[in-house]
């Protein structure tokens, strides 16, 4: 079965950096676009950054262009979310994202605070 852990996060203060990571399993990981969601207390889920199969492709969210990086290992079936000059309203869970055969499979999700 499709699996995803996100691992990476914590409590940041403003300007500084996480880098997440996402372990995948249960499908062929080199074949599938993965993506990065993240939604913060009473908002909706958003997209935050994408990368294509090959990682030969990324796209972001206006709101972390320039200061976030999407990254992928298809040797390790990890996806990587560099995170550098954060921002108090960066503050939010963030999570896995993959679609597999029209469902959406998503990881446990992993804090993110950014706090003086």
């Known amino acids: 079965q499709v699996q995803l852990v996100e691992s990476g996060g914590g409590l940041v203060q403003p300007g500084g950096s996480l880098r997440l990571s996402c372990a995948a399993s249960?499908?062929?990981?080199?074949?599938?676009?993965m993506n990065w969601y993240r939604q913060a207390p009473g908002k909706e889920r958003e997209l935050v950054a994408r990368i294509t199969n090959t990682g030969d492709s990324t796209n972001y969210a206006d709101s972390v262009k320039g200061r976030f990086t999407i990254s992928r290992d298809n040797a390790k079936n990890t996806v990587y979310l560099q995170m550098n000059s954060l921002k108090p309203e960066d503050t939010a869970v963030y999570y896995c994202?993959?679609?597999?055969?029209?469902?959406?499979?998503w990881g446990q999700g992993t804090q993110v605070t950014v706090s003086s």
């Open positions: 249960g499908f062929t990981f080199n074949m599938y676009i």
């Open positions: 994202n993959v679609l597999v055969l029209f469902q959406n499979y």
